[in-house]
């Protein structure tokens, strides 16, 4: 017993030791990283001269966290995701009963969201609730149906896209020209920009049939670059970077309409008083049943038969290719539906905004849809919608958290730190949690029962 109680010891001054050690060295590395970007600020004084001013106590909080951060990961987490697995790959033929609530959790998060708006109205009033129904809920749920119409290129294709900005872009600058133009309402211009995209989305798939890997993510990238610079070049029907204003509003159906001036207005049909948070109510009911609908329409692809050939795809091209499927035909459908959806996220975007520049479809918002994607686990719609509401509701939390600027001083502005704390959280999640949120899988086809297929019985980086 006392050899086995010494062994014990031994090994817990050893981890002790080694969590001390790294967290050290991680501070180190943090300090040669930060001393620049954090301790160390240019402003301009009274009579236009640079002044360096020095923010060591900021800087000593960075490092500070990053050692902590370091030391409780190698003598805590590390060992606690270790027996957890062990433990999970003890229990892996037992038959486990899910709870109620992760059974019916995309039912109670749908309730939820439709009940979101009038709870957001009570709270903080009418005008109060604009913030909170446009910031945290349309915008969240724009870039959750942009993250799964890019999940059926990346998650369920396995075809690496660095360029889907580009169909987002074709569906909004689709509406703002064609609806000033020639006057199409909304509901005529939603179905004809998912068109447009799709066939935009077709046409990047032709050249990159042949391609894999890093040469289809340098593809894909040129192409939204290539689109961004057309619409910043053909000045005579973009404006270039001045960008289309005065875009007009969707109404409900034709019946009635949000524009003040107009005889049909929604506020006035119903007795309600002048508010715009009535506009923002109905973009966000509008963009949430465009959400259910592209996960719905991924949901009955998977279980078709060219679902399964974008797995088979995603798994292994030559085995695909051997097994008779038509790869062309397979990798067109998936970038043209992928894009289609993008198209029809571009359009709300530009009747939400009612203004549109290139400035908004640069190469970042790719790689955020691509980023929310893998972290909510490819090939799964539950941890995608999760990952976006992280991401981007996060950011806009920053935005809020005016309190910071009490313990940092009147001139920290947490938009500038923004990108570095999400840096920061995306490589926490991947050493947590290398298969996304949701790291497991429902295959689409089975023998005698549905088992969710945990992402540690696949290889890295596919599926």
């Known amino acids: 017993m006392s050899n086995i109680s010494n062994t014990h010891e031994s090994a817990g001054g050893n981890l002790t030791a080694r969590a001390l050690r790294e967290g050290f060295f991680a501070g180190l590395v943090s300090l040669g990283l930060f001393v620049l970007f954090v301790g160390l600020e240019t402003t301009q004084n009274i009579r236009n001269e640079l002044v360096l001013n020095q923010r060591w106590g900021l800087l000593a909080i960075f490092v500070i966290i990053a050692a902590v951060g370091r030391f409780l990961s190698v003598a805590y987490l590390g060992p606690f995701l270790a027996a957890r697995k062990a433990a999970g790959a003890s229990k892996a033929g037992a038959d486990t009963e899910e709870s109620f609530f992760k059974r019916n959790f995309s039912k109670i998060a749908i309730v939820a969201l439709l009940f979101y708006p009038p709870l957001m109205m009570m709270l903080f009033g009418v005008q109060g609730s604009l913030k909170w129904v446009d910031n945290f809920g349309i915008q969240i749920l724009i870039y959750v149906m942009l993250a799964w119409g890019l999940n059926i290129v990346v998650g369920l294709a396995g075809l690496l896209d660095l360029g889907y900005v580009a169909f987002y872009a074709v569906g909004a600058y689709s509406y703002a020209l064609l609806s000033q133009q020639f006057g199409f309402s909304f509901w005529v211009l939603l179905p004809l920009a998912g068109i447009l995209a799709a066939f ?24 939204g670059e290539i689109i961004r610079l057309v619409l910043i070049n053909w000045t ?34 119903f007795g309600l008083p002048m508010s715009s948070a009535y506009y923002k109510v109905f973009l966000f009911y509008l963009i949430l049943a465009l959400a259910l609908l592209t996960a719905y329409v991924t949901i009955r692809l998977r279980r078709m038969p060219i679902g399964r050939a974008w797995e088979a795809l995603r798994e292994d091209e030559i085995a695909c290719r051997s097994l008779g499927i038509n ?15 993008g198209g029809f996220a571009g359009s709300f975007f530009a009747v939400r905004q009612g203004f549109v520049s290139p400035e908004s479809f640069v190469f970042l918002e790719s790689a955020i849809i691509l980023a929310i994607v893998v972290l909510g686990g490819m090939g799964s719609l539950v941890g995608i919608a999760i990952a ?22 009147p001139d920290f502005t947490p938009e ?17 949690k290398p298969r996304g949120f949701v790291g497991s899988r429902e295959p689409t086809a089975f023998l005698k029962e549905r088992k969710a297929v ?9 599926g």
């Open 200 to 223: 935009w989305g077709m046409i990047l798939g032709f050249p990159v049939l042949r391609l894999k890997g890093d040469y289809l993510a340098i593809v894909t990238l040129a192409f």
């Open 236 to 269: 005579e029907v973009t404006k270039g970077t001045f960008g289309v204003s005065g875009i007009p509003k969707a109404s409900v159906f034709g019946i009635w309409s949000f524009d003040v001036s107009a005889p049909n207005n929604f506020a006035k049909a």
């Open 327 to 341: 790869t062309v035909t397979t990798k067109l459908t998936a970038f043209s539906i992928g894009a289609m959806f």
């Open 388 to 409: 976006a509401a992280v991401m981007v509701g996060g950011t806009e939390l920053l935005r809020e958290m005016t309190f910071l600027k009490a313990i940092f001083g």
């Open 416 to 432: 500038l730190y923004r990108m570095l704390i999400f840096g920061l959280a995306m490589v926490v999640v991947m050493v947590w």
């Open 454 to 462: 945990s992402g540690s019985f696949t290889k890295e980086g596919h």
